[in-house]
């Protein structure tokens, strides 16, 4: 998700005409706080309370560790003070890279924007690569014939 978001940010800042689109709080985004805590779990960022809150159900379960009371009654003052104690980070969330972009509608975006913006196409502005993109999405709800009775007009 972290990777996609990327994209849509290097993409807006190419064409800043798609910001409204492919923003992180744009309207198509159904749980923005979700997507966008996801993405800074997985940068390594902090997040905020509204993401805290989104990303509660993949927060980790911390099971306490069980000390051995016996070991411990032994061992010297000076000996326990000098003792290296193993301490590991441990993740606040689970693995999250598992988690898929929003929708697989990604995939098919970039897809066909692979598709549209040939060598050829490059110089367009950003309105006539939108215009493009509508018509090649929307391929199926129209025919020769819808096209022929547009251009009529």
């Known amino acids: 998700m972290s990777a996609t978001r990327r994209l849509f940010d290097q993409v807006v800042q190419n064409?800043?005409?798609?910001?409204?689109?492919?923003?992180?709080?744009?309207a198509v985004v159904n749980?923005?706080?979700?997507?966008?805590?996801?993405?800074k779990i997985?940068?390594?960022?902090?997040?905020?309370?509204?993401?805290?809150?989104?990303?509660?159900s993949f927060r980790a379960?911390?099971?306490p560790e069980d000390h051995e009371d016996g070991a411990e009654d032994h061992a010297s003052i000076v000996s326990m003070a000098f003792k290296r104690r193993e301490v590991s980070k441990r993740a606040k969330y689970v693995d999250v890279n598992f988690v898929p972009p929003t929708s697989n509608q990604c995939k098919r975006f970039f897809s066909a924007a692979k598709l549209q913006l040939t060598d050829l196409r490059m110089k367009m502005d950003a309105e006539r690569i939108e215009k493009v993109m509508l018509l090649s999405f929307n391929r199926t709800m129209r025919d020769v014939y819808t096209v022929e009775m547009v251009r009529g007009r």
């Open 15 to 26: 064409y800043p005409a798609m910001k409204d689109r492919l923003s992180a709080t744009a």
């Open 31 to 39: 749980y923005s706080a979700l997507e966008t805590g996801l993405v």
């Open 42 to 56: 997985q940068r390594g960022e902090n997040l905020n309370a509204a993401e805290r809150t989104a990303c509660a």
């Open 61 to 63: 379960t911390s099971e």
